[in-house]
C-alpha cells in the first residue's frame, strides 16, 4: 500500500493508494475538495512521506488569534495504538502561509511552537500551517508529516458569560426579572510578555444602547420586566504606558451608537513596546466586541390547586392548578402519605413544559384512606410548590365511606348549635311574668294527695329558677334595669 498526498491552496489531504511503489501520481479523484480561502495565496510545503510511518501526528493550534498575539501550535507523535510513543528527540520543520515563515526546531514526542504574525506583514483570513517532523540518525528520516488550518482576525476574540443566582434555571441565558445578572467579558487573545501591562475601557450595551462604562471584564445589570434583549461588550485595549486619558464624562454618557470597534467609535493608535534584544517593536491598540442573546421572564409568584377530594380505589381525580407567572410551565406531583410537609427542594422533575399557566392533571389513588399529593409546578427561572390531601376508598364495599361520617355529625352539630342560638334569643327577648300562687282552699283537690304534691314541687322549682334569673339581671351591666316592681296590689317580693 502506498502512501499519496494532494496539496491544494489551504489544506493538505492524505489519501490511502493501493500500488506498488511510492511517488507516483494518482489519478484524479472527485472527492478532494478545493477551498478559496482570503489571502491564503502561497502554496503550503510539501514533502514525500517516508518508506514507513510509525507514528500518527496529531496537530492542535489555540486560535483564532487577533493580529500581532502570540498563537500556540502543538504536535504530538502517538503510536498505532494512540499512545505516546518511548522518548525520543525529533525534527520539527514549520512552514505557514500567512507570512511565509520556515523555522525548525527540536523537541520530543510532543513539542509547542509560538508565533507572533504581525499586522504590518500579515492579513487577517485563514491560514495553514504544515510540520514535517524527522528522527533517526542526524534526523534523516521522516516521521510523519501534516497540515492544519488556523484564523487570524482583526479584531479581538473571545465570548461574553452571564449567571444568575437561582434555585432553578432551565436555559442558561434566561434569567429572573428583579433580581441581578452578572455579566462577564472572556477575551481569549495573548499577547508578549515584552508588552506593557494593557489599559482596558469596556462599553456595555443593552440592544445597542450604552448603559455602563467599566474598567474590568464584569458588569451587573437588573431587569424589572420581561423582555428578550441583546447584550454588548466592547473592549478597547491599549498597551501604551500612557494612554490617551478618556474623560469619566465621556465614557457614561457617549452613546458609541455606531458599529462596535468601527472609526467612528475607535481610532487605532500605535503603542511603544519595552526594548528586547536590541529590537524596538510597535502595537497598535486592539479593540473587540461579544454579545450575547438574552430572556428575562417573570418567576413563580403563586399556585392554586382545586379539585376531587375523594375517589374509588382505581379511580381518578381531577385537579387544576392555576399559577400566576410566566409561561410555559410544567407540573408534576408525587403522592405521599397524610400530611407530608412541603420539602425544601421539589419532590420531582418537570416533564412537558406548556404555553399556558393553567394545568389540569388526573391522578390515580391506589391506596385505601386518606394521602397527600405534592404539587411543584416549574417555569424558566423558578419553581413552587403546594399540597393537595384526597381520600381513597373502597368502590365495592357496603359500608359507608369513612368520609360521610363526619360530614353527617358536622351537619348534626350545625343544626344544633343554630336551633339553640334562636331559643336563647326568644328566652332574652321574653318579658318577666310574676306568677301568684293563691291556695284558698288546699283541702279540695281534685288530683288527690299526689298531684298537690307535684304542683308544690313545681311552684318551688320555678321560684327557684325565677331568683336564678333575677339575680343574673342585676348583676348583668349591660342588662337594662326596670323601675317597675309591682303588679297590681302584690309586691314581687311577697310572692316569694
Given at each position: 500500500?502506498?502512501?499519496?498526498?494532494?496539496?491544494?491552496?489551504?489544506?493538505?489531504?492524505?489519501i490511502?493508494?493501493?500500488?506498488?511503489g511510492?511517488?507516483?501520481?494518482?489519478?484524479?479523484?472527485?472527492?478532494?475538495?478545493?477551498?478559496?480561502?482570503?489571502?491564503?495565496?502561497?502554496?503550503?510545503?510539501?514533502?514525500?512521506?517516508?518508506?514507513?510511518?510509525?507514528?500518527?501526528?496529531?496537530?492542535?493550534?489555540?486560535?483564532?488569534?487577533?493580529?500581532?498575539?502570540?498563537?500556540?501550535?502543538?504536535?504530538?507523535?502517538?503510536?498505532?495504538?494512540?499512545?505516546?510513543?518511548?522518548?525520543?528527540?525529533?525534527?520539527?520543520?514549520?512552514?505557514?502561509?500567512?507570512?511565509?515563515?520556515?523555522?525548525?526546531?527540536?523537541?520530543?514526542?510532543?513539542?509547542?511552537?509560538?508565533?507572533?504574525?504581525?499586522?504590518?506583514?500579515?492579513?487577517?483570513?485563514?491560514?495553514?500551517?504544515?510540520?514535517?517532523?524527522?528522527?533517526?540518525?542526524?534526523?534523516?528520516?521522516?516521521?510523519?508529516?501534516?497540515?492544519?488550518?488556523?484564523?487570524?482576525?482583526?479584531?479581538?476574540?473571545?465570548?461574553?458569560?452571564s449567571?444568575?443566582?437561582?434555585?432553578?434555571q432551565?436555559?442558561?441565558?434566561?434569567?429572573?426579572?428583579?433580581?441581578?445578572?452578572?455579566?462577564?467579558?472572556?477575551?481569549?487573545?495573548?499577547?508578549?510578555?515584552?508588552?506593557?501591562?494593557?489599559?482596558?475601557?469596556?462599553?456595555?450595551?443593552?440592544?445597542?444602547?450604552?448603559?455602563?462604562?467599566?474598567?474590568?471584564?464584569?458588569?451587573?445589570?437588573?431587569?424589572?420586566?420581561?423582555?428578550?434583549?441583546?447584550?454588548?461588550?466592547?473592549?478597547?485595549?491599549?498597551?501604551?504606558?500612557?494612554?490617551?486619558?478618556?474623560?469619566?464624562?465621556?465614557?457614561?454618557?457617549?452613546?458609541?451608537?455606531?458599529?462596535?470597534?468601527?472609526?467612528?467609535?475607535?481610532?487605532?493608535?500605535?503603542?511603544p513596546?519595552?526594548?528586547?534584544?536590541?529590537?524596538?517593536?510597535?502595537?497598535?491598540?486592539?479593540?473587540?466586541?461579544v454579545?450575547?442573546?438574552?430572556?428575562?421572564?417573570?418567576?413563580?409568584?403563586?399556585?392554586?390547586?382545586?379539585?376531587?377530594?375523594?375517589?374509588?380505589?382505581?379511580?381518578?381525580?381531577?385537579?387544576?392548578?392555576?399559577c400566576?407567572?410566566?409561561?410555559?410551565?410544567?407540573?408534576?406531583?408525587?403522592?405521599?402519605?397524610?400530611?407530608t410537609?412541603?420539602?425544601?427542594?421539589?419532590?420531582?422533575?418537570?416533564?412537558?413544559?406548556?404555553?399556558?399557566?393553567?394545568?389540569?392533571?388526573?391522578?390515580?389513588?391506589?391506596?385505601?384512606?386518606?394521602?397527600?399529593?405534592?404539587?411543584?409546578?416549574?417555569?424558566?427561572?423558578?419553581?413552587?410548590?403546594?399540597?393537595?390531601?384526597?381520600?381513597?376508598?373502597?368502590?365495592?364495599?357496603?359500608?359507608?365511606?369513612?368520609?360521610?361520617?363526619?360530614?353527617?355529625?358536622?351537619?348534626?352539630?350545625?343544626?344544633i348549635?343554630?336551633?339553640?342560638?334562636?331559643?336563647?334569643?326568644?328566652?332574652?327577648?321574653?318579658?318577666?311574668?310574676?306568677?301568684?300562687?293563691?291556695?284558698?282552699?288546699?283541702?279540695?283537690?281534685?288530683?288527690?294527695?299526689?298531684?298537690?304534691?307535684?304542683?308544690?314541687?313545681?311552684?318551688?322549682?320555678?321560684?327557684?329558677l325565677?331568683?336564678n334569673?333575677?339575680?343574673?339581671?342585676?348583676?348583668?351591666?349591660?342588662?337594662?334595669?326596670?323601675?317597675?316592681k309591682?303588679?297590681?296590689?302584690?309586691?314581687?317580693?311577697?310572692?316569694?
Amino acid at each position: 500500500m502506498s502512501l499519496w498526498v494532494f496539496a491544494s491552496a489551504v489544506t493538505v489531504v492524505v489519501i490511502l493508494w493501493p500500488g506498488t511503489g511510492l511517488g507516483q501520481t494518482p489519478p484524479t479523484s472527485q472527492t478532494t475538495r478545493s477551498h478559496t480561502t482570503p489571502f491564503s495565496n502561497a502554496t503550503p510545503v510539501t514533502v514525500e512521506p517516508a518508506d514507513k510511518i510509525n507514528y500518527t501526528l496529531v496537530l492542535t493550534n489555540d486560535g483564532p488569534g487577533v493580529l500581532d498575539s502570540l498563537l500556540t501550535f502543538t504536535a504530538s507523535l502517538l503510536d498505532y495504538q494512540g499512545k505516546v510513543a518511548q522518548s525520543k528527540r525529533f525534527r520539527y520543520d514549520w512552514n505557514n502561509n500567512a507570512d511565509r515563515d520556515y523555522q525548525s526546531k527540536l523537541g520530543d514526542l510532543t513539542y509547542s511552537y509560538r508565533r507572533l504574525f504581525s499586522s504590518e506583514s500579515t492579513k487577517a483570513g485563514r491560514w495553514v500551517m504544515t510540520v514535517a517532523v524527522y528522527g533517526g540518525k542526524e534526523y534523516s528520516e521522516m516521521v510523519n508529516f501534516g497540515s492544519m488550518e488556523f484564523a487570524l482576525t482583526e479584531y479581538l476574540n473571545g465570548m461574553m458569560h452571564s449567571n444568575q443566582t437561582l434555585k432553578y434555571q432551565r436555559q442558561k441565558n434566561t434569567f429572573s426579572t428583579g433580581k441581578v445578572i452578572h455579566l462577564f467579558a472572556n477575551f481569549t487573545d495573548r499577547f508578549p510578555k515584552e508588552l506593557f501591562p494593557p489599559s482596558y475601557d469596556f462599553f456595555w450595551y443593552k440592544n445597542g444602547v450604552f448603559f455602563k462604562y467599566t474598567d474590568v471584564p464584569h458588569c451587573e445589570l437588573t431587569v424589572e420586566e420581561e423582555a428578550n434583549f441583546t447584550l454588548e461588550t466592547v473592549l478597547h485595549m491599549y498597551f501604551n504606558p500612557f494612554p490617551p486619558p478618556l474623560v469619566q464624562r465621556e465614557r457614561n454618557s457617549r452613546p458609541l451608537n455606531a458599529k462596535p470597534c468601527s472609526q467612528g467609535t475607535f481610532k487605532s493608535v500605535n503603542s511603544p513596546l519595552s526594548r528586547r534584544r536590541g529590537k524596538y517593536y510597535t502595537i497598535p491598540a486592539k479593540c473587540g466586541s461579544v454579545s450575547q442573546r438574552v430572556s428575562v421572564k417573570e418567576p413563580m409568584k403563586t399556585v392554586d390547586v382545586a379539585g376531587d377530594l375523594s375517589a374509588g380505589i382505581g379511580q381518578y381525580i381531577s385537579v387544576n392548578i392555576t399559577c400566576n407567572g410566566s409561561y410555559p410551565s410544567s407540573v408534576c406531583w408525587n403522592v405521599t402519605a397524610l400530611n407530608t410537609s412541603v420539602p425544601s427542594s421539589p419532590m420531582c422533575k418537570p416533564a412537558e413544559f406548556l404555553s399556558t399557566c393553567n394545568h389540569q392533571v388526573r391522578i390515580k389513588l391506589t391506596h385505601l384512606g386518606w394521602r397527600t399529593v405534592m404539587f411543584t409546578v416549574y417555569n424558566d427561572v423558578s419553581y413552587m410548590s403546594s399540597s393537595f390531601n384526597v381520600y381513597a376508598y373502597d368502590p365495592d364495599s357496603v359500608n359507608v365511606p369513612a368520609l360521610t361520617i363526619p360530614i353527617v355529625f358536622c351537619t348534626i352539630g350545625i343544626v344544633i348549635v343554630i336551633v339553640g342560638t334562636i331559643y336563647l334569643n326568644k328566652l332574652r327577648k321574653k318579658p318577666v311574668i310574676e306568677v301568684a300562687d293563691f291556695d284558698f282552699h288546699p283541702s279540695v283537690s281534685t288530683e288527690g294527695a299526689a298531684g298537690n304534691y307535684l304542683r308544690r314541687l313545681v311552684n318551688k322549682m320555678k321560684l327557684i329558677l325565677y331568683r336564678n334569673r333575677y339575680s343574673k339581671k342585676h348583676r348583668n351591666p349591660d342588662f337594662e334595669e326596670t323601675t317597675a316592681k309591682q303588679y297590681g296590689a302584690t309586691n314581687e317580693y311577697e310572692s316569694l
